[in-house]
């Protein structure tokens, strides 16, 4: 079945760390398919969702880099998605 033309996805992922076979089985690899089906894809590292619970900025920072490396090494390609930190959009000023 193929997708209308408008067809968009998005997606979510916080970034708890290195992704582990469970986050692959059931996210990623899907994720790496979608991005061949569809010809708006949008994926997110949600790390404002992470900070609903304490978080050592630190650790934050480098699992945010752990998970942007880890979705490119799975296969997400950056020149059919778009691929960003939900704390980098907003126009606060």
Known sequence: MNPPGSARVFSGIQPTGVPHLGNYLGALENW????N???????????LHSITRPQDPDQL?????????????????????????????????
């Open 37 to 47: 089906q569809y010809p708006s894809v949008l994926y997110s590292i949600v790390d």
């Open 61 to 93: 920072r480098n699992n945010i880099l752990d998970m942007a490396a880890s979705l490119l090494a799975c296969g997400i390609d950056p020149q059919k998605v778009i691929l960003f930190q939900q704390s980098q959009v907003g126009g606060r000023e």
């Open 32 to 35: 790496v398919a979608l991005q």
